[in-house]
C-alpha cells in the first residue's frame, strides 16, 4: 500500500473512467470523508492510442474502474495483472456489463458469464438470458449485514425477506434493505467460479413487461484474485446516484477501498 510523507494514513486511488462527470463526485467524496486522494484518467479525453494506464500502478492503494464503453485490452490485462499482484480492483457499475463480454480475459478474470447477450433489451425470465433496463427503482438488499463494506457508515432503513434464486440451497431470510430510486437494473449475470465469491449485495426488481420478479445475488462481491481482490459495487448509472447525498453508493465505495482483509 502506498502512503504519502507527509500523510503515511492518507491513500492514493486511481480511478479510470469513461464517465468523468460520475467519477468526480466520487472523487470529492472520497476525499471528505476518507482522506483518499485521487488521479482521474478520462478515456473520453485521449485519442485510442493513448488509453493506457500508467506503467506503474504501485503508488496506488486500489483501483476503481468505471468504463461504460470498450474496455481496452491494455487495460483490461493492466488491471488483471495489478489485481493478481496484489492490488484492489473495485469495479462499478458498468465494469460488469455486456459490453465486456467480448473482452478476452475480462469476464474469465471476474468468474462471469451472460446467456444470449442479444436478448439483453428484452424482458426475461430469471436464470435465462442476460438484461438490463433503466431508468428502474429496485430494492438493494444487504446479504452480509456484519461485513465492513457493507455496513461501515451505511444505514439501511428498509428489510426485507429476500430469497435469491442463484444461490444454491439458499432460504428466505430477512435482510436490511434500501430502495434504490432511478437507477438500472443487470438481470441474469452468472457466476462462474462455484464459491469463489463473498456476496455482499442483492437485488429485488419486478418487471412490469412480464410481471416476473428478479431476486439474485450479484449486485455487490467480493473475489480474491491471485494475491490480491476484486470488489464489485453495481449500482451507480446516473450522475445523481453519485451526487445525492442521501445514496449509500458512494460509501460502498469507500468502504471497498478501506476495507481489511485481515
Known amino acids: ?114 446467456d444470449d447477450i442479444e436478448h439483453a433489451r428484452d424482458a426475461s425470465e430469471a436464470g435465462t438470458h442476460y438484461m438490463w433496463r433503466e431508468p428502474v427503482d429496485k430494492v438493494l438488499v444487504n446479504l452480509a449485514p456484519g461485513h465492513y463494506v457493507t455496513s461501515h457508515g451505511i444505514s439501511w432503513p428498509d428489510k426485507i425477506d429476500f430469497l435469491p434464486t442463484d444461490v444454491p440451497g439458499a432460504r428466505e431470510t430477512e435482510y436490511p434493505a434500501i430502495t434504490l430510486k432511478r437507477t438500472e437494473v443487470y438481470s441474469n449475470v452468472k457466476r462462474t467460479d462455484g464459491a469463489e465469491k463473498t456476496l455482499l449485495l442483492g437485488y429485488a426488481y419486478t418487471d412490469d413487461r412480464n410481471n416476473v420478479t428478479h431476486a439474485q445475488a450479484t449486485d455487490g462481491w467480493i473475489k480474491p484474485a491471485g494475491e490480491g481482490h476484486v470488489i464489485y459495487i453495481q449500482p451507480g448509472h446516473f450522475v445523481e446516484e453519485f451526487t445525492d447525498p442521501d445514496n449509500i453508493l458512494n460509501q460502498l465505495i469507500l468502504n471497498a477501498i478501506t476495507w481489511n482483509p485481515g
Do not use: Q
Open 1 to 114: 500500500m502506498s502512503r504519502s510523507v507527509e500523510d503515511p494514513d492518507r491513500r492514493r486511488v486511481l480511478i479510470v473512467t469513461d464517465e468523468a462527470d460520475r467519477m468526480r463526485p466520487l472523487a470529492a467524496y472520497l476525499k471528505e470523508n476518507g482522506r483518499i486522494d485521487t488521479v482521474i484518467v478520462d478515456y473520453k479525453s485521449l485519442p485510442e492510442n493513448k488509453r493506457v494506464l500508467p506503467g506503474d500502478l504501485t503508488p496506488y492503494d486500489a483501483l476503481v474502474g468505471y468504463i461504460h464503453g470498450d474496455l481496452d485490452e491494455l487495460t483490461e490485462v493492466r488491471i488483471i495483472e495489478y489485481t493478481l499482484s496484489g492490488g484492489r480492483f473495485v469495479a462499478v457499475h458498468h465494469m460488469v456489463s455486456s459490453g465486456k463480454k467480448k473482452n478476452r480475459f475480462y469476464f474469465g478474470f471476474l468468474g462471469l458469464h451472460m
